[in-house]
């Protein structure tokens, strides 16, 4: 294949490859088949075949390389390459002349006409060097510039241009004025041997010379292979807003997993570049998934642009905004339902908004990651001392960023109260008090277990709570037991027998049913002559104080007399609103004449008693029995009342279910619970 080497390069040069592209021509450039050198004004290139010809290139010319180029003659032998004298003299002519002032036009032109040749017919300005063999130092020559666009071939090889269109071979290159082009690169005088091959057209099947458009731009613009555009980068960021910003937000420094911030705004820069310096376009998108605000599912607007905005129920809960520099800024104004809940639980809730960065070609993606804390509710209960039936308190709850849940009252199901530093049971008019919370209403009842209500505590919203006492607190009440018992005595009996307790002024109060006289001796009390209990028969028992009021009875033992094998005995305990207290029944054993029938029978109840019934319900046997050998205790009230204090557990809810609990105490003083009695008694 046809090459050729760049020995120089003096001005502008370039090449035009074959797919038509361009490059500047350099020396020590190779020159492939096919290619086409094209020089400018006042530009010079030497190429050396490989054959080792020289070829000469003047300004404003085009020279494609191809096989004719590269078909160089056999070197000369001594003989051809020899100057001939006739060219010596010739060149002395033209010297003298020069030296004389004559113009050379004119007189070579009869030597011109002559037809003597320059190397072979129709010549070119490309030479071709076979042999040079004198100093050329100093000697200059210009070539006639060919016209912009021509393209020639060297020395008369097939494919250069017919002869015709060759310049007017009367015009001598000698004519010329001198040039500054180095002596080395300056072709001789002589055009090459007429034993060059004819200038010929390449053949026809030979691809067409593919000329530069007349449109292309100079050699000096930038190739144009320029480097493909490459996609912008951006890295991701995380940042944080906390709803402990927000109103009504408790600020903390506490938090699941950490408490970073408690603010609802944040700015920052996320880092994007272009490596081609291409101006840059950044957009947002929406974070995928669901997110709630108050209940309510939030919804997104301006995806796709710079401002992303998320509302719920019409109202802003989280604005993002980024500027095409990537500095962004995200701002909350409502809270989000975090899916975690519990006591102190501020977890975090992750939106990863989407960004995108485009230099108007290609785009690349990457991620805002917004952590929004949660906020949960605060309680700091104060006690409460009433003095009257109705009083006021505190709770100091603020519910934070997410506001309002919920507000509830708890406690274990008996009410416990301190009384005289004592933790007890509480009762009133002697029933068990039990805590239950009113969902309805929305308060905390403590009530007895028919349903009344002894005192409950309301709490609000706004964070305080009401307190209101409905009913006699029994411990309140300072009480003192006394024991009493009875063995036997003499005989006595009527329609009402009292026996009196010593060392009180209590006595213990025997009656019978249907008008029937009480009868009592050392065996035994019962009813009737036989001082027995027979079947049909009831006798009662009540401890009264000296004014003939009921005394609580906390306990009672007795020994069932003959109660006989077939015989049964039943006994009922009634508190003071004569609901039971308690009940037995006793089957009898033995035989009406043997001891071992006797049965001793306690009483011992949780609630106090005030009266008590004994019945035989027999089916069989006739010797009934009597109750003997009985003790037990009774409790005397002290105009003394004590106060009593309770504690209450609360617990405030966020709307997203977390929440906050403490405990106060209520004191019920004894004014308080004397006012109650007072009512109770009526007016004096």
Do not use: C
């Not at 917004?370 to 104060?382: G, K, L, R, T, Y």
């Amino acid at each position: 294949m046809a090459t050729a080497t760049v020995l120089s390069v003096t001005g502008n040069a370039f090449v035009v490859a074959t797919d038509g592209s361009t490059r500047p021509l350099q020396a020590n450039d190779v020159i492939q088949r096919g290619e086409t050198i094209r020089t400018e004004a006042g530009a010079r290139v030497e190429l050396l075949l490989e054959d080792g010809q020289v070829i000469g290139m003047a300004p404003d010319q085009v020279l494609r390389l191809d096989e004719t180029v590269a078909q160089g003659d056999a070197l000369p032998d001594a003989a051809e390459a020899a100057v001939q004298q006739s060219t010596v003299a010739e060149v002395n002519e033209i010297l003298q002349l020069l030296e004389e002032g004559a113009d050379l036009t004119e007189e070579l032109e009869a030597a011109a006409a002559g037809g003597g040749d320059g190397g072979g017919g129709g010549g070119t300005e490309f030479i071709r060097l076979l042999r040079v063999d004198e100093d050329t130092t100093g000697v200059e020559f210009e070539y006639a510039p060919l016209a912009q666009g021509e393209l020639v071939s060297v020395d008369g090889l097939p494919g250069d241009e017919p002869p015709a269109t060759e310049p007017p071979a009367t015009e001598p290159p000698v004519t010329e004025p001198p040039v500054t082009e180095p002596p080395v690169t300056e072709p001789p005088v002589t055009e090459p041997p007429v034993t060059e091959p004819p200038v010929t057209e390449p053949p026809a099947t030979e691809p067409p010379v593919t000329e530069p458009p007349v449109t292309e731009p100079p050699v000096t613009e930038p190739p144009v292979t320029e480097p493909p555009n490459r996609e912008p980068q951006a890295q991701p960021a995380t940042t944080s807003v906390s709803e402990e910003g927000l109103p009504g937000g408790n600020p903390d420094t506490t938090g699941v997993p950490t408490d970073t911030t408690n603010a609802k705004t944040v700015t920052g820069t996320l880092v994007i570049s272009d490596p081609d310096g291409d101006p840059l376009a950044v957009t947002l998108s929406a974070p995928e998934g669901e997110f709630y605000s108050g209940g309510v599912e939030i919804e997104w607007f301006g995806a796709g642009s710079g401002e992303l905005i998320g509302r719920a129920g019409g109202s802003d809960v989280i604005r993002v905004t980024i500027n095409n520099a990537g500095e962004y800024a995200v701002e909350l104004s409502g809270p989000l339902d975090h899916p975690v809940k519990g006591e102190g639980q501020e977890d975090i809730l992750s939106l990863v908004f989407g960004v995108t960065v485009s230099d108007g070609e290609l785009t690349t993606s990457t991620a805002l990651t917004v952590m929004v804390e949660d906020d949960s509710p605060i309680i700091d209960a104060n006690n409460i001392t009433l003095e009257g039936l109705l009083g006021f308190g505190e709770l100091d709850i603020s519910f934070g960023g997410d506001g309002f849940g919920g507000l509830a009252m708890t406690n274990s199901g008996t009410v416990f109260g301190t009384v005289n530093g004592e933790s007890v049971a509480l009762t009133s008019n002697d029933q068990a008090l039990s805590y239950r919370w009113d969902a309805d209403a929305g308060k905390l009842v403590a009530e007895t277990g028919d349903g009344s209500t002894v005192f409950y505590v309301l709490p609000n919203a706004e964070g305080g709570y009401q307190v209101e006492l409905l009913d006699i607190l029994d411990q309140a009440i300072t009480t003192t037991e006394t024991g009493f018992s009875w063995s036997g005595s003499s005989n006595g009996g009527g329609n009402v027998v009292k026996l009196p307790i010593n060392g009180s002024d209590a006595e213990m109060v025997f009656t019978a049913n249907d008008g029937n006289s009480v009868n009592y001796s050392t065996q035994g009390i019962g009813v009737g002559t036989g001082a027995k209990i027979d079947p049909g028969e009831t006798l009662v028992l009540e401890i009264q104080d000296a004014g003939g009021n009921p005394l609580p009875i906390s306990s009672f033992s007795f020994t069932a007399d003959h109660l006989d094998n077939g015989e049964a005995l039943r006994w009922t305990a009634y508190r003071a609103d004569g609901s039971v207290a308690g009940t037995s029944d006793v089957a009898g054993i033995g035989n009406g004449s043997n001891a071992n029938a006797d049965q001793l029978i306690s009483i011992n109840l949780t609630d106090n008693f005030v009266r008590i019934e004994f019945q035989d319900i027999s089916t069989g046997g006739s010797n009934g029995y009597r109750i003997e050998n009985f003790s037990g205790k009774f409790i005397e009230t002290s105009t003394e009342l004590a106060d009593v204090l309770v504690n209450v557990d609360v617990k405030a809810t966020d709307f997203d279910g977390d929440w906050a609990s403490d405990s106060f105490s209520i004191t019920f003083t004894n004014d308080a619970i004397g006012q109650l009695i007072d009512k109770a008694n009526g007016p004096e």
